[in-house]
């Protein structure tokens, strides 16, 4: 919305409506005819303006009936403060947003990461993280040989499990879509996380997130953490 435009154009209007008013002679019902007649032609432009700040507004503007401009001048002032102060509404009024403490994260995640943070090295901080997740899925699995990325694409893998190739299994019925796709899903997340994550981390010199984004970053592994704790462990009969 063009709001200087809407502006000028109920003020234009409040002020035409002040004109009309002091140009009728007391005890008379009619002011200046051709100001009247300016008044009817601006009325539909600004109950449209009023329609799209608060359509009760316009609904109460009708020059037609008695004293209808005194009445159309206390709409407008009310439309005039609603522009006034829409970017304060915008600004004051909008729900609080959901925090998300890092103490509260999966320990997996946090309790390596917490003294990092601490220090502001939060690069260093999300590779503990990731370096722990990855820790606790070796032990998980009992499987040393491979981790990280590998470990987590054969983890979550839906192919039954072989000797020595253990998987993660989510609760649930296993012939539905949903448990199918959360298996896919947890497999390509996992990997992605520490392919995105961890790898980035470890190998660049410094790295320039952001707090934000360092958070979120950890956010992540947080859900791969509780993933890997929640899933059953199957093994090869």
């Known amino acids: 919305m063009d709001r200087d435009w809407m502006r000028q154009r109920l003020e ?15 005890g008379d019902y009619i002011g200046d005819p051709a100001l009247y007649e300016q008044l009817h032609r601006a009325e539909p432009t600004v109950k449209q303006i009023l329609r799209l700040l608060d359509p009760q507004l316009a609904e109460k503007i009708n020059l037609d ?3 209808g401009e005194d009445m159309a001048r206390n709409e407008v002032h009310r439309g005039l403060g609603i522009l006034a102060d829409m970017d ?8 609080d947003a959901p925090t998300l403490p890092a103490d509260q994260f999966h320990p997996w995640v946090w309790e390596p990461a917490a003294p990092l943070w601490g220090a502001e090295a939060r690069q ?3 590779l503990a993280a990731a370096r722990t997740v990855n820790r606790r899925l070796q032990q998980k699995l009992v499987r040393h040989d491979i981790g990280e990325m590998d470990l987590c694409m054969q983890a979550f893998d839906m192919k ?3 000797a020595g190739k253990p998987r993660l299994r989510f609760d649930g019925d296993r012939n539905t879509p949903t448990w199918r796709a959360r298996q896919d899903g947890a ?8 392919l995105a994550l961890r790898n980035v981390a470890a190998h660049e010199d410094a790295v320039t997130w952001t707090e934000q984004e360092a958070l ?3 956010a992540t592994l947080r859900v791969l953490a509780r993933w890997i704790e929640q899933c059953t462990v199957e093994r090869a009969a």
Do not use: C, I, N
Request: net charge negative.
């Open 12 to 26: 234009a209007f409040d002020d035409l409506a002040l004109r009309y008013e002091r140009s009728t002679r007391p």
């Open 65 to 67: 009936q008695m004293a």
């Open 88 to 95: 304060e509404w915008a600004a004051r009024l909008v729900p």
């Open 124 to 126: 260093d901080a999300v």
């Open 160 to 162: 039954d499990p072989v």
């Open 187 to 194: 497999k390509y997340l996992a990997a992605g996380a520490f």
């Open 216 to 218: 979120e970053h950890l």
